[in-house]
């Protein structure tokens, strides 16, 4: 892995700041930073010891030091950053949801091919240590075939509509915010992505999707139920069941513990791999490696896009638009 490239971070915001800190665990620090409002920018330059700072968003995307940008800002500015960041020759790692909807994305997967460069979604689940060893074990059939994946995911959000959870010109909703990490997970432990997506939906005042619970299954015959909320809280919870004994993983966004039950024993395994504090460390680290050799497996952008359709299969199906849409 090169300790030479540069990363440029787009935003200021709460991930920005654990982006920040997770290249210092690196032994690296951001090249640059670039935000809507300069001032902000200059402040977190100063937090981190950063020299850069744009007056100008698109001076980052046209800079020829930056190798790698972090795009931090909201859901529905990442299409036009995205663009030209690739047009530019910019690798690419963007903040959960990565699009809005699968158009958007598919594109971007081209663009990014026919520049050669890599593009990935900043999603931890790819990157955490406990699910390349949870992964490992399903994968070897010691625990049977997984048969049945559930997963909640509620959190309380006061009923501000100014801000970004009930926004929809902000893009907000349950779920390109919390959705994304519950239908991943999902995906990771499915052989194949569902192609059988049922769900009952309820909307906020303004419009955005504010619970939902979705039925999915795929062709092999594996089985998911994925509950969300943005007005009642429930556990980060995930459950994968297979043949032989299930897997229960708490705040499993960033989780590094898990544990297996064995289904006829009732005896009780304890899986523990990695920290949450470093998740913004794994993803950073497994993005350089992926730039810096060219082989990318390990950013999973076709579990992302498999993830985007059916995050996209699920607004067709209630109507739900957001104003760059229309």
Known sequence: MSKDMNWAVLGTGVIANEMAAGLQKMGKSLYAVGNRTHSKGVAFAEKYGIGKVYSAIDEMFTDNNVDIIYITSPHNTHYGFMKKALENGKHLLVEKSITLNSQELDEMIALAESKGLILAEAMTIWH?????????????????????????????????????????????????DIGVYALSIVRSFMEEAPDNVLSQWKPA????????????????????TVALTMHSKQPKRAMISCEKAYIEIMEFPRAERAVITDAVTGERREIVAGETANALFYELTDMENAVATGDASQMKLGYSKDVMDIMTTLRNDWGLVYPEEE
């Open 128 to 176: 955490m240590p406990l699910y390349k060893e949870l992964w490992s074990i399903v994968q070897s059939s010691e625990l049977g075939r997984v048969q049945m994946i559930t997963v909640n995911f509620g959190s309380f959000k006061e009923y501000n509509m100014a801000n970004r959870f009930f926004n929809r010109s902000l893009a907000g909703g349950a779920m390109l």
């Open 205 to 224: 005042p303004t419009g955005v999707d504010e619970q939902a619970t979705i039925l999915l299954q795929n062709s092999a015959g594996q089985m998911a």
